[in-house]
DNA sequence: CTAAAACCTGACATCCATGTGAGAGGCAAG
DNA sequence: CTTGCCTCTCACATGGATGTCAGGTTTTAG
């Protein structure tokens, strides 16, 4: 019951695919050596993709950012494409960890952030002392970290 | 009127300023190297710390895990030290760079951690349908990168 | 005094995503 | 056919924080 859709799916090589995605074509064949990401080949051996792929080297490289492994994306990739008994146990299990993981980076992050505003808004409040000529000079304001 | 608090500040040595912050001896002398931690030295050559350095290490660790490079936090720091008009100016403005960057980034993680949220919500569906005898089995569930 | 433990410098090793270059083949347009 | 551009594979380079090893001195504990 495979019915093509119109026909002829537009083919994506590789050059089209890094320019729609932003991502360098090497990236691209890199993802594949890795195994996240897989192409059908021309006679002649040229990667063709379909459109569907934008869309996942789009998150592939959302996962990456996130700070996840090549290692960790393929354990995960496969249960995002089609659930299944096989590879979803250990796959739900390690999405679990990472999120966790995002979970506390995310906290970690909002702290650091915190910390720098605390020391910009000490060399502020310092320069304005300074503007209208204040003694006390040097007050060290680390941030003590949380 | 340089008065003496006591007499002698109990001098850390890198061993023991490792295991108090976590960081190991190799990177403390390598934040020394990028001039990120300043060290006495005994007559003997080796490093001597002060208490007060063990939050300075724990402030430059919280900077890396932000992605802050060695540069930029050299950059930084003598800011968050002493503020003064010398090295607040670009100071400042490289924090709130950072700073931009760093919530640019958390919104990233948290689109990223909901786009897994999704994919394990319908990892779980699928399995759902399994237990209770459904067909329409394979359904891919890309998240929509947003 | 002696042995163990901690420290010093210097240098090379590692991980990992990506850059880069070489040499060769594929394919469309003039 | 030729020119130009895209693609292929293979392989070495890079950067940044950290690990690790070697060979030597200092400090501490018994």
């Known amino acids: 019951m495979a019915h093509a859709t119109g026909g002829a799916e537009a083919v994506v090589r590789i050059g089209e695919l890094a320019s ?13 050596e890795q195994d996240l990401l897989h192409s059908a080949r021309s006679p002649s051996g040229q990667r063709h993709y379909e459109e569907t792929h934008i869309e996942r080297v789009l998150f592939i490289q959302q996962l990456y950012a996130a700070g996840l ?25 390690r999405m679990a960890q990472e999120r966790d993981r995002l979970t ?4 970690d992050l909002i702290r650091t952030r915190d910390a ?10 310092y320069r304005e002392q300074l503007r209208t000529g204040q003694g006390d000079a040097t007050a060290a304001c680390r941030p003590s970290v949380q």
């Open 20 to 32: 729609r995605t932003g991502v360098s074509v090497r990236s691209l064949r890199y993802y594949e």
């Open 104 to 107: 506390a980076h995310i906290a």
């Open 69 to 93: 492994s090549s290692r960790v994306i393929a354990e995960l990739l496969p249960c995002a494409d089609a659930p299944s008994t096989e590879n979803s146990d250990s796959a739900l299990v």
């Open 116 to 125: 720098l505003d605390t020391v910009m808004a000490k060399a502020r409040t």
